[in-house]
Protein backbone atom coordinates (compact mmCIF):
# COMPACT_ATOMS: atom_id res chain seq x y z
CA UNK A 1 0.00 0.00 0.00
CA UNK A 2 1.58 3.56 -0.81
CA UNK A 3 2.08 5.77 1.44
CA UNK A 4 0.63 8.92 0.30
CA UNK A 5 -1.30 10.01 -3.04
CA UNK A 6 1.91 12.86 -3.67
CA UNK A 7 5.37 13.70 -1.78
CA UNK A 8 6.74 17.34 -2.32
CA UNK A 9 10.62 17.34 -1.52
CA UNK A 10 11.08 21.06 0.17
CA UNK A 11 8.66 23.18 1.59
CA UNK A 12 9.94 26.94 -0.12
CA UNK A 13 7.90 28.89 -2.38
CA UNK A 14 7.16 26.31 -5.25
CA UNK A 15 6.94 23.27 -3.03
CA UNK A 16 4.60 25.64 -0.70
CA UNK A 17 2.44 25.74 -3.28
CA UNK A 18 2.63 22.03 -5.12
CA UNK A 19 1.01 20.90 -1.27
CA UNK A 20 -1.74 23.77 -1.17
CA UNK A 21 -3.29 22.85 -4.63
CA UNK A 22 -2.77 19.14 -4.25
CA UNK A 23 -4.18 19.03 -0.39
CA UNK A 24 -7.41 21.39 -1.44
CA UNK A 25 -7.74 18.96 -4.53
CA UNK A 26 -8.20 16.27 -1.96
CA UNK A 27 -4.99 14.16 -2.29
CA UNK A 28 -2.99 12.81 0.86
CA UNK A 29 0.10 14.84 0.66
CA UNK A 30 3.70 14.03 2.31
CA UNK A 31 6.06 17.34 2.57
CA UNK A 32 9.78 16.27 3.11
CA UNK A 33 12.34 18.95 4.01
CA UNK A 34 15.45 18.79 4.79
CA UNK A 35 15.54 21.29 7.68
CA UNK A 36 14.37 21.86 11.07
CA UNK A 37 10.73 22.47 11.80
CA UNK A 38 9.91 26.16 12.49
CA UNK A 39 8.30 27.85 15.53
CA UNK A 40 7.39 31.76 14.56
CA UNK A 41 7.70 32.65 18.41
CA UNK A 42 10.90 31.48 18.88
CA UNK A 43 13.02 31.76 15.71
CA UNK A 44 11.85 35.11 14.26
CA UNK A 45 13.49 37.87 15.39
CA UNK A 46 11.61 40.65 14.05
CA UNK A 47 10.62 41.79 17.12
CA UNK A 48 13.90 41.86 18.98
CA UNK A 49 14.56 45.51 19.88
CA UNK A 50 18.04 47.42 18.86
CA UNK A 51 19.94 46.99 22.02
CA UNK A 52 18.97 43.17 22.04
CA UNK A 53 21.09 42.61 19.13
CA UNK A 54 24.38 42.11 20.44
CA UNK A 55 27.14 43.94 17.67
CA UNK A 56 25.03 45.54 15.50
CA UNK A 57 23.79 42.25 14.38
CA UNK A 58 26.57 41.43 12.67
CA UNK A 59 27.57 37.89 12.30
CA UNK A 60 30.53 36.50 14.85
CA UNK A 61 33.63 36.96 12.63
CA UNK A 62 35.06 33.45 13.54
CA UNK A 63 31.67 31.73 12.92
CA UNK A 64 31.30 33.38 9.38
CA UNK A 65 34.72 32.72 8.16
CA UNK A 66 34.15 28.76 9.33
CA UNK A 67 30.77 28.00 9.72
CA UNK A 68 28.57 30.09 7.41
CA UNK A 69 31.52 31.10 4.97
CA UNK A 70 28.91 31.70 2.09
CA UNK A 71 25.77 32.47 3.71
CA UNK A 72 27.15 35.44 5.88
CA UNK A 73 28.02 36.95 2.38
CA UNK A 74 24.38 37.86 1.85
CA UNK A 75 22.91 41.61 2.87
CA UNK A 76 20.04 39.57 5.17
CA UNK A 77 22.22 37.11 6.94
CA UNK A 78 22.34 38.80 10.59
CA UNK A 79 23.23 36.98 13.95
CA UNK A 80 20.00 36.82 14.63
CA UNK A 81 18.47 35.28 12.11
CA UNK A 82 21.57 33.02 11.03
CA UNK A 83 19.77 29.66 12.26
CA UNK A 84 17.38 30.13 9.48
CA UNK A 85 20.13 29.88 6.78
CA UNK A 86 22.25 26.61 6.38
CA UNK A 87 25.43 26.01 7.92
CA UNK A 88 28.41 25.44 4.88
CA UNK A 89 29.80 24.00 6.99
CA UNK A 90 27.44 20.69 6.87
CA UNK A 91 26.79 20.95 2.72
CA UNK A 92 29.82 22.42 1.52
CA UNK A 93 30.46 22.37 -2.53
CA UNK A 94 32.96 23.44 -5.22
CA UNK A 95 33.14 25.55 -7.95
CA UNK A 96 35.13 25.35 -11.23
CA UNK A 97 38.84 27.70 -11.22
CA UNK A 98 36.71 30.70 -13.15
CA UNK A 99 33.13 30.43 -11.21
CA UNK A 100 32.46 32.43 -8.45
CA UNK A 101 28.88 30.93 -7.24
CA UNK A 102 27.51 31.84 -3.82
CA UNK A 103 24.72 29.27 -3.23
CA UNK A 104 22.65 30.86 -0.24
CA UNK A 105 20.11 28.84 0.95
CA UNK A 106 17.51 27.94 3.71
CA UNK A 107 18.24 25.83 7.11
CA UNK A 108 14.38 25.66 8.30
CA UNK A 109 10.44 25.12 6.78
CA UNK A 110 9.79 27.42 4.49
CA UNK A 111 12.85 27.68 2.77
CA UNK A 112 14.27 30.61 1.43
CA UNK A 113 10.63 32.25 1.48
CA UNK A 114 11.58 33.09 4.84
CA UNK A 115 14.27 34.84 3.04
CA UNK A 116 13.32 36.19 -0.25
CA UNK A 117 13.27 39.80 -1.44
CA UNK A 118 9.30 39.12 -2.13
CA UNK A 119 9.61 41.42 -5.51
CA UNK A 120 6.85 39.70 -7.59
CA UNK A 121 7.04 40.32 -11.42
CA UNK A 122 5.37 38.07 -14.36
CA UNK A 123 7.11 37.51 -16.89
CA UNK A 124 6.59 38.76 -20.50
CA UNK A 125 5.56 37.75 -24.03
CA UNK A 126 8.54 38.38 -25.68
CA UNK A 127 10.66 36.59 -22.60
CA UNK A 128 8.34 33.08 -23.87
CA UNK A 129 9.64 33.69 -27.43
CA UNK A 130 13.37 34.69 -26.64
CA UNK A 131 14.99 31.36 -26.99
CA UNK A 132 13.19 30.79 -30.22
CA UNK A 133 13.50 34.38 -31.63
CA UNK A 134 17.73 34.57 -31.31
CA UNK A 135 18.60 30.98 -30.93
CA UNK A 136 20.12 30.65 -27.77
CA UNK A 137 18.70 27.57 -25.23
CA UNK A 138 15.31 25.52 -26.62
CA UNK A 139 11.86 27.30 -27.28
CA UNK A 140 9.57 27.44 -24.36
CA UNK A 141 7.15 24.90 -24.42
CA UNK A 142 4.19 27.35 -23.34
CA UNK A 143 3.26 31.24 -24.08
CA UNK A 144 2.57 34.16 -21.62
CA UNK A 145 -1.07 32.84 -22.42
CA UNK A 146 -0.80 29.70 -20.75
CA UNK A 147 0.51 31.18 -17.97
CA UNK A 148 -1.16 34.42 -17.42
CA UNK A 149 -4.49 32.82 -15.24
CA UNK A 150 -1.73 31.37 -13.54
CA UNK A 151 -0.24 34.33 -12.36
CA UNK A 152 -3.78 35.71 -12.13
CA UNK A 153 -4.67 33.28 -9.12
CA UNK A 154 -1.23 33.01 -7.31
CA UNK A 155 -1.33 37.15 -6.84
CA UNK A 156 -4.94 37.05 -5.29
CA UNK A 157 -3.71 34.47 -2.82
CA UNK A 158 -0.47 35.71 -1.96
CA UNK A 159 -1.37 39.46 -1.97
CA UNK A 160 0.87 41.51 -4.00
CA UNK A 161 1.06 45.23 -3.50
CA UNK A 162 1.71 47.19 -6.67
CA UNK A 163 0.24 48.62 -9.27
CA UNK A 164 -0.50 47.35 -13.25
CA UNK A 165 1.62 49.98 -14.90
CA UNK A 166 0.18 48.98 -18.37
CA UNK A 167 4.20 48.24 -19.60
CA UNK A 168 4.18 45.20 -22.73
CA UNK A 169 7.71 43.90 -21.01
CA UNK A 170 6.29 43.55 -17.56
CA UNK A 171 2.54 42.29 -17.96
CA UNK A 172 0.09 43.21 -14.79
CA UNK A 173 -3.14 41.35 -13.36
CA UNK A 174 -6.48 42.83 -11.77
CA UNK A 175 -5.51 41.56 -8.10
CA UNK A 176 -3.23 43.88 -6.97
CA UNK A 177 -3.26 45.43 -3.59
CA UNK A 178 -2.31 49.09 -2.96
CA UNK A 179 1.31 50.17 -4.30
CA UNK A 180 3.58 51.48 -1.51
CA UNK A 181 4.76 55.05 -2.24
CA UNK A 182 7.96 56.32 -4.67
CA UNK A 183 10.09 58.75 -2.40
CA UNK A 184 10.15 62.13 -3.29
CA UNK A 185 13.39 61.71 -5.29
CA UNK A 186 12.32 58.71 -6.93
CA UNK A 187 9.58 60.70 -8.17
CA UNK A 188 11.97 63.63 -9.42
CA UNK A 189 13.59 60.71 -11.29
CA UNK A 190 10.54 59.57 -12.64
CA UNK A 191 9.49 62.76 -13.67
CA UNK A 192 12.57 63.84 -15.77
CA UNK A 193 12.82 60.83 -17.23
CA UNK A 194 9.37 60.95 -18.87
CA UNK A 195 11.01 63.88 -20.68
CA UNK A 196 14.27 62.33 -21.45
CA UNK A 197 13.19 58.75 -22.36
CA UNK A 198 10.31 58.36 -23.63
CA UNK A 199 10.75 54.80 -23.82
CA UNK A 200 11.46 54.20 -20.31
CA UNK A 201 9.95 54.11 -16.88
CA UNK A 202 10.06 54.07 -13.34
CA UNK A 203 7.80 52.41 -11.28
CA UNK A 204 7.28 50.83 -7.65
CA UNK A 205 8.38 47.75 -7.29
CA UNK A 206 5.30 45.02 -6.71
CA UNK A 207 5.93 43.26 -3.64
CA UNK A 208 4.65 40.21 -1.73
CA UNK A 209 3.79 42.36 1.52
CA UNK A 210 0.26 42.69 2.49
CA UNK A 211 -0.75 46.33 2.01
CA UNK A 212 -4.45 45.54 3.13
CA UNK A 213 -5.80 42.15 3.94
CA UNK A 214 -8.45 40.14 2.20
CA UNK A 215 -10.64 37.44 4.22
CA UNK A 216 -8.83 35.20 3.01
CA UNK A 217 -5.64 35.80 4.01
CA UNK A 218 -7.07 36.88 7.29
CA UNK A 219 -8.43 33.52 7.60
CA UNK A 220 -5.26 32.25 7.30
CA UNK A 221 -3.95 34.15 10.17
CA UNK A 222 -1.88 36.71 8.53
CA UNK A 223 -1.79 40.20 9.02
CA UNK A 224 -1.12 44.29 7.61
CA UNK A 225 2.40 44.94 6.45
CA UNK A 226 3.81 47.18 9.25
CA UNK A 227 6.29 48.54 6.66
CA UNK A 228 9.14 48.03 9.71
CA UNK A 229 11.37 46.65 6.87
CA UNK A 230 12.29 43.54 9.00
CA UNK A 231 11.22 41.22 6.43
CA UNK A 232 14.46 38.58 6.39
CA UNK A 233 14.06 38.02 10.70
CA UNK A 234 10.78 36.35 9.71
CA UNK A 235 7.36 38.33 10.43
CA UNK A 236 5.33 37.53 13.43
CA UNK A 237 2.63 39.35 11.71
CA UNK A 238 2.56 36.88 8.38
CA UNK A 239 2.59 40.06 6.25
CA UNK A 240 4.97 39.20 3.89
CA UNK A 241 4.32 36.14 1.71
CA UNK A 242 5.91 32.58 2.67
CA UNK A 243 5.44 29.22 2.79
CA UNK A 244 5.08 29.08 6.84
CA UNK A 245 2.40 32.38 6.69
CA UNK A 246 0.03 31.45 3.79
CA UNK A 247 -0.05 28.23 1.87
CA UNK A 248 1.22 25.61 4.29
CA UNK A 249 -1.40 26.88 6.72
CA UNK A 250 -3.63 26.38 3.65
CA UNK A 251 -2.47 22.98 3.22
CA UNK A 252 -3.14 21.85 6.81
CA UNK A 253 -6.36 23.06 7.17
CA UNK A 254 -7.39 20.56 4.93
CA UNK A 255 -6.63 17.46 6.89
CA UNK A 256 -4.91 15.76 4.27
CA UNK A 257 -1.01 17.62 4.72
CA UNK A 258 2.01 15.24 6.71
CA UNK A 259 4.65 17.20 6.79
CA UNK A 260 8.33 15.61 7.64
CA UNK A 261 11.16 18.00 8.79
CA UNK A 262 15.01 16.97 8.81
CA UNK A 263 14.30 14.41 6.20
CA UNK A 264 17.30 14.98 3.45
CA UNK A 265 16.08 13.15 0.53
CA UNK A 266 19.04 11.42 -1.00
CA UNK A 267 17.93 9.30 -4.13
CA UNK A 268 14.62 8.13 -5.48
CA UNK A 269 13.84 5.09 -7.13
CA UNK A 270 12.31 4.20 -9.97
CA UNK A 271 10.39 1.14 -10.71
CA UNK A 272 11.25 -0.17 -14.16
CA UNK A 273 7.99 -2.28 -14.56
CA UNK A 274 5.58 0.36 -13.82
CA UNK A 275 8.12 2.82 -15.68
CA UNK A 276 7.12 5.20 -12.47
CA UNK A 277 9.39 6.56 -9.58
CA UNK A 278 7.82 4.17 -6.75
CA UNK A 279 9.57 5.62 -3.57
CA UNK A 280 11.92 8.24 -1.87
CA UNK A 281 14.70 7.80 0.26
CA UNK A 282 15.64 10.06 3.34
CA UNK A 283 18.00 10.36 5.98
CA UNK A 284 17.11 11.94 8.94
CA UNK A 285 19.38 14.61 9.76
CA UNK A 286 19.26 14.61 13.30
CA UNK A 287 19.17 10.71 14.11
CA UNK A 288 20.64 9.54 10.57
CA UNK A 289 17.77 6.96 10.38
CA UNK A 290 16.89 5.68 6.84
CA UNK A 291 13.51 5.77 5.87
CA UNK A 292 11.75 5.16 2.59
CA UNK A 293 8.11 6.81 1.64
CA UNK A 294 6.03 5.76 -1.52
CA UNK A 295 3.12 7.56 -2.98
CA UNK A 296 1.90 7.70 -6.68
CA UNK A 297 3.36 11.09 -7.82
CA UNK A 298 6.15 13.19 -7.10
CA UNK A 299 7.23 16.92 -7.19
CA UNK A 300 10.82 18.22 -6.92
CA UNK A 301 11.06 21.29 -5.23
CA UNK A 302 14.39 21.28 -3.91
CA UNK A 303 15.90 24.53 -5.54
CA UNK A 304 17.62 24.41 -8.87
CA UNK A 305 21.21 22.83 -7.17
CA UNK A 306 19.29 20.67 -5.11
CA UNK A 307 16.77 19.10 -7.74
CA UNK A 308 19.81 18.41 -9.85
CA UNK A 309 21.45 16.30 -7.69
CA UNK A 310 18.81 14.33 -6.31
CA UNK A 311 18.08 13.40 -9.95
CA UNK A 312 22.03 12.54 -10.52
CA UNK A 313 21.96 10.83 -7.40
CA UNK A 314 19.29 8.66 -8.40
CA UNK A 315 20.82 6.20 -10.60
CA UNK A 316 19.12 2.90 -12.18
CA UNK A 317 20.01 0.57 -14.63
CA UNK A 318 17.05 2.17 -16.88
CA UNK A 319 19.03 6.14 -15.71
CA UNK A 320 22.65 4.96 -15.62
CA UNK A 321 23.09 9.02 -14.95
CA UNK A 322 21.08 9.70 -13.53
CA UNK A 323 16.49 9.78 -12.94
CA UNK A 324 14.78 11.14 -16.33
CA UNK A 325 18.24 11.79 -17.89
CA UNK A 326 18.32 10.09 -21.51
CA UNK A 327 18.47 13.64 -22.40
CA UNK A 328 21.96 14.73 -20.76
CA UNK A 329 20.08 17.86 -19.66
CA UNK A 330 19.52 17.31 -15.98
CA UNK A 331 22.45 19.10 -14.43
CA UNK A 332 23.02 21.44 -17.82
CA UNK A 333 21.88 25.19 -18.40
CA UNK A 334 22.48 26.50 -15.04
CA UNK A 335 21.08 30.56 -14.97
CA UNK A 336 20.97 33.14 -12.29
CA UNK A 337 20.76 37.08 -12.81
CA UNK A 338 23.82 38.69 -13.56
CA UNK A 339 24.83 42.07 -11.14
CA UNK A 340 27.75 43.92 -10.00
CA UNK A 341 26.98 47.42 -11.61
CA UNK A 342 25.64 50.11 -8.53
CA UNK A 343 25.62 53.59 -9.47
CA UNK A 344 24.91 55.89 -6.71
CA UNK A 345 24.31 59.70 -6.81
CA UNK A 346 23.17 62.89 -4.73
CA UNK A 347 19.17 63.66 -5.58
CA UNK A 348 19.38 67.72 -5.14
CA UNK A 349 16.51 69.55 -3.21
CA UNK A 350 13.75 68.02 -1.29
CA UNK A 351 15.36 68.55 1.98
CA UNK A 352 12.46 69.47 3.56
CA UNK A 353 10.94 66.24 2.88
CA UNK A 354 11.25 63.04 4.44
CA UNK A 355 10.10 59.29 4.80
CA UNK A 356 7.29 57.60 7.35
CA UNK A 357 7.94 53.67 8.04
CA UNK A 358 10.46 51.81 6.36
CA UNK A 359 9.04 50.67 2.63
CA UNK A 360 9.71 46.52 2.39
CA UNK A 361 10.18 47.70 -1.27
CA UNK A 362 11.98 49.27 -4.01
CA UNK A 363 11.47 51.23 -7.15
CA UNK A 364 11.92 49.67 -10.36
CA UNK A 365 12.96 50.37 -14.08
CA UNK A 366 12.17 47.80 -16.63
CA UNK A 367 13.81 46.47 -19.14
CA UNK A 368 14.06 49.14 -22.11
CA UNK A 369 17.14 47.41 -24.16
CA UNK A 370 16.81 45.19 -27.13
CA UNK A 371 12.69 45.82 -26.65
CA UNK A 372 10.72 45.41 -28.39
CA UNK A 373 13.55 44.34 -31.09
CA UNK A 374 17.14 43.06 -30.73
CA UNK A 375 19.29 46.91 -31.75
CA UNK A 376 22.37 46.50 -29.69
CA UNK A 377 25.30 43.92 -30.04
CA UNK A 378 24.69 41.94 -26.98
CA UNK A 379 21.68 39.65 -26.61
CA UNK A 380 18.60 40.40 -24.21
CA UNK A 381 18.61 43.39 -21.24
CA UNK A 382 18.86 44.22 -17.73
CA UNK A 383 16.32 46.11 -15.90
CA UNK A 384 17.13 48.21 -12.36
CA UNK A 385 16.37 47.56 -9.06
CA UNK A 386 15.97 51.38 -7.65
CA UNK A 387 16.75 52.44 -3.99
CA UNK A 388 16.65 55.93 -2.48
CA UNK A 389 16.89 57.65 0.65
CA UNK A 390 18.62 60.37 2.92
CA UNK A 391 21.86 59.87 4.04
CA UNK A 392 22.77 60.76 7.55
CA UNK A 393 19.90 60.15 10.00
CA UNK A 394 18.28 56.51 10.13
CA UNK A 395 21.60 55.07 8.12
CA UNK A 396 24.21 52.44 8.81
CA UNK A 397 26.15 55.08 10.99
CA UNK A 398 28.10 53.46 14.28
CA UNK A 399 29.26 54.56 17.23
CA UNK A 400 28.62 56.56 20.54
CA UNK A 401 28.49 59.71 22.22
CA UNK A 402 27.31 63.18 21.98
CA UNK A 403 28.29 63.79 18.46
CA UNK A 404 27.02 61.01 16.98
CA UNK A 405 23.64 61.59 18.50
CA UNK A 406 23.67 64.90 17.07
CA UNK A 407 25.04 63.26 13.59
CA UNK A 408 21.99 60.84 13.54
CA UNK A 409 19.40 63.68 14.25
CA UNK A 410 20.40 65.40 10.84
CA UNK A 411 19.25 64.24 7.59
CA UNK A 412 21.77 64.29 4.89
CA UNK A 413 21.01 64.61 1.21
CA UNK A 414 18.81 62.51 -0.94
CA UNK A 415 20.77 59.66 -2.62
CA UNK A 416 19.52 57.08 -5.38
CA UNK A 417 21.08 53.93 -6.99
CA UNK A 418 20.55 51.91 -9.95
CA UNK A 419 21.55 48.67 -9.42
CA UNK A 420 21.21 46.76 -12.60
CA UNK A 421 19.57 43.08 -13.38
CA UNK A 422 20.53 41.50 -16.42
CA UNK A 423 19.74 38.09 -18.34
CA UNK A 424 21.76 34.86 -18.46
CA UNK A 425 22.45 33.04 -21.60
CA UNK A 426 21.15 29.15 -20.96
CA UNK A 427 23.96 27.40 -21.79
CA UNK A 428 24.71 23.72 -22.16
CA UNK A 429 27.93 24.00 -20.47
CA UNK A 430 26.68 25.58 -17.50
CA UNK A 431 26.31 22.69 -15.07
CA UNK A 432 25.60 21.45 -11.76
CA UNK A 433 27.32 17.77 -11.32
CA UNK A 434 27.89 15.46 -8.39
CA UNK A 435 31.57 15.38 -6.74
CA UNK A 436 33.19 11.57 -7.62
CA UNK A 437 34.73 11.55 -4.04
CA UNK A 438 33.76 14.20 -1.71
CA UNK A 439 30.97 14.07 0.63
CA UNK A 440 28.67 15.91 3.33
CA UNK A 441 28.27 15.88 6.80
CA UNK A 442 25.69 13.48 5.80
CA UNK A 443 28.01 10.82 3.27
CA UNK A 444 25.43 12.49 0.07
CA UNK A 445 27.75 13.66 -2.83
CA UNK A 446 28.45 17.20 -2.26
CA UNK A 447 27.85 20.05 -5.59
CA UNK A 448 30.21 21.08 -8.24
CA UNK A 449 29.36 23.66 -10.35
CA UNK A 450 30.97 25.07 -13.55
CA UNK A 451 29.22 28.62 -14.16
CA UNK A 452 31.63 31.25 -15.50
CA UNK A 453 30.56 34.68 -16.79
CA UNK A 454 30.62 34.59 -20.56
CA UNK A 455 30.99 37.83 -23.05
CA UNK A 456 27.70 38.36 -22.99
CA UNK A 457 26.82 38.72 -19.32
CA UNK A 458 29.96 40.92 -18.77
CA UNK A 459 28.98 43.03 -22.08
CA UNK A 460 25.35 43.63 -20.69
CA UNK A 461 26.56 44.72 -16.70
CA UNK A 462 29.07 47.55 -18.83
CA UNK A 463 25.81 48.48 -21.22
CA UNK A 464 23.62 48.70 -18.08
CA UNK A 465 26.43 50.17 -16.24
CA UNK A 466 26.96 53.34 -18.99
CA UNK A 467 22.49 53.66 -19.07
CA UNK A 468 22.68 54.29 -15.48
CA UNK A 469 25.13 56.95 -15.68
CA UNK A 470 23.49 58.55 -18.71
CA UNK A 471 20.17 58.38 -17.02
CA UNK A 472 21.04 59.97 -13.50
CA UNK A 473 22.97 62.62 -15.49
CA UNK A 474 20.18 63.56 -17.91
CA UNK A 475 17.82 63.59 -14.95
CA UNK A 476 19.78 65.62 -13.13
CA UNK A 477 21.68 63.92 -10.64
CA UNK A 478 24.70 65.07 -9.16
CA UNK A 479 28.21 63.32 -7.61
CA UNK A 480 27.31 60.19 -9.45
CA UNK A 481 29.70 57.76 -8.75
CA UNK A 482 29.42 54.74 -11.72
CA UNK A 483 31.37 52.24 -9.22
CA UNK A 484 33.61 49.55 -10.46
CA UNK A 485 34.11 48.73 -14.22
CA UNK A 486 32.07 45.25 -15.06
CA UNK A 487 34.41 42.08 -15.24
CA UNK A 488 34.26 38.22 -14.81
CA UNK A 489 35.32 39.11 -11.52
CA UNK A 490 32.35 41.29 -9.87
CA UNK A 491 29.63 39.53 -11.95
CA UNK A 492 28.88 36.43 -10.59
CA UNK A 493 26.09 33.44 -10.34
CA UNK A 494 24.74 33.32 -6.58
CA UNK A 495 24.65 37.55 -6.24
CA UNK A 496 20.98 37.64 -7.34
CA UNK A 497 19.87 34.16 -5.28
CA UNK A 498 17.78 33.67 -8.29
CA UNK A 499 19.58 30.03 -9.78
CA UNK A 500 17.24 28.73 -12.44
CA UNK A 501 17.56 26.26 -15.07
CA UNK A 502 18.99 22.68 -14.52
CA UNK A 503 16.09 20.71 -15.69
CA UNK A 504 14.44 22.78 -18.05
CA UNK A 505 11.07 22.07 -19.86
CA UNK A 506 11.08 22.10 -23.78
CA UNK A 507 9.38 20.56 -26.62
CA UNK A 508 12.01 18.07 -27.48
CA UNK A 509 12.60 15.14 -25.19
CA UNK A 510 16.32 14.43 -26.59
CA UNK A 511 16.63 18.48 -25.53
CA UNK A 512 15.01 18.80 -22.44
CA UNK A 513 13.96 17.26 -19.30
CA UNK A 514 10.31 18.38 -18.54
CA UNK A 515 6.82 18.82 -20.89
CA UNK A 516 5.42 21.82 -20.91
CA UNK A 517 3.19 21.13 -17.71
CA UNK A 518 6.61 20.50 -15.70
CA UNK A 519 6.05 16.74 -16.55
CA UNK A 520 8.97 14.40 -16.96
CA UNK A 521 9.73 13.30 -20.33
CA UNK A 522 11.05 9.75 -19.40
CA UNK A 523 9.03 9.65 -15.84
CA UNK A 524 5.27 10.83 -16.21
CA UNK A 525 4.55 10.69 -12.32
CA UNK A 526 7.26 12.74 -12.24
CA UNK A 527 7.45 16.90 -11.65
CA UNK A 528 9.66 19.67 -11.16
CA UNK A 529 8.42 23.24 -10.15
CA UNK A 530 11.50 25.30 -8.63
CA UNK A 531 13.36 27.09 -10.43
CA UNK A 532 15.06 24.02 -12.25
CA UNK A 533 12.67 24.19 -15.11
CA UNK A 534 13.29 27.58 -16.30
CA UNK A 535 14.41 27.93 -20.16
CA UNK A 536 15.69 30.93 -20.02
CA UNK A 537 16.07 33.49 -17.06
CA UNK A 538 14.51 36.57 -18.39
CA UNK A 539 15.35 39.76 -16.35
CA UNK A 540 12.39 39.63 -13.86
CA UNK A 541 12.69 38.27 -10.31
CA UNK A 542 11.54 34.75 -11.03
CA UNK A 543 9.81 33.35 -7.90
CA UNK A 544 6.34 34.83 -8.76
CA UNK A 545 6.43 32.52 -12.01
CA UNK A 546 8.01 29.43 -9.93
CA UNK A 547 4.44 29.83 -8.26
CA UNK A 548 2.57 29.91 -10.88
CA UNK A 549 3.94 27.15 -12.67
CA UNK A 550 3.92 25.08 -9.55
CA UNK A 551 0.07 25.69 -8.98
CA UNK A 552 -0.52 24.88 -12.57
CA UNK A 553 1.16 21.84 -12.49
CA UNK A 554 -0.03 20.46 -9.47
CA UNK A 555 -3.64 21.04 -10.84
CA UNK A 556 -2.23 18.96 -14.12
CA UNK A 557 -1.13 16.12 -11.99
CA UNK A 558 -4.22 16.02 -9.94
CA UNK A 559 -6.83 15.77 -13.09
CA UNK A 560 -4.13 12.63 -14.18
CA UNK A 561 -4.84 11.25 -10.99
CA UNK A 562 -9.05 11.77 -10.98
CA UNK A 563 -8.31 10.47 -14.45
CA UNK A 564 -6.50 7.50 -13.83
CA UNK A 565 -3.84 8.47 -15.72
CA UNK A 566 -1.25 8.24 -12.81
Known amino acids: MLDFDAIVVGSGISGGWVAKELCERGLKVCVLERGADLNMNEDYSD ?62 VGGRSLLWGRASFRLAPHDFEANKLDGHGVDWPVRYGDIAPWYDRVEKFVGIAGNNDGLTQLPGGDNYLPPFDLTCAEQAVKN ?58 AAERTGNLTLISNAIVTKMNYDAETKRVSSVDIIDSKTRE ?21 LLNSISEEFPSGLANTSDQVGRNFMDHVGGVWVEARVPG ?82 VTLHKSKTDKWGQPIAVIDAPMRDNEIALMKA ?45 PKTSVLNGWNQAHDV ?11 TSSAVQNPSLSYMAFSARAAHYAADLMQAGAL
Open 464 to 508: AQKDAVDILTKTGCQDINPGKTPNDDGTNLGRRTHEMGTIRMGRD
Open 524 to 534: PNLFVTDGSFM
Open 290 to 310: TRRYSSKIIFLNASTVGSAMI
Open 192 to 249: EMAKNFPDRDLIIARVANLKRLTEEQRALGRGQCQARNKCFHGCSYGAYFSSNSATIP
Open 350 to 431: HKDEYVYGRRPTNAYIPRFRNFPEQQEPYMRGFAYQVYSGRSGAGGWRQGIGKDFKAANRTPGDWRIVLDAFGEILPHQDNR
Open 47 to 108: NLDPWERQHFDRPKPDEAKSVYVVQSTSYAFKESNKHLWIKDSDQPYEVSEKTNFKWRRGNR
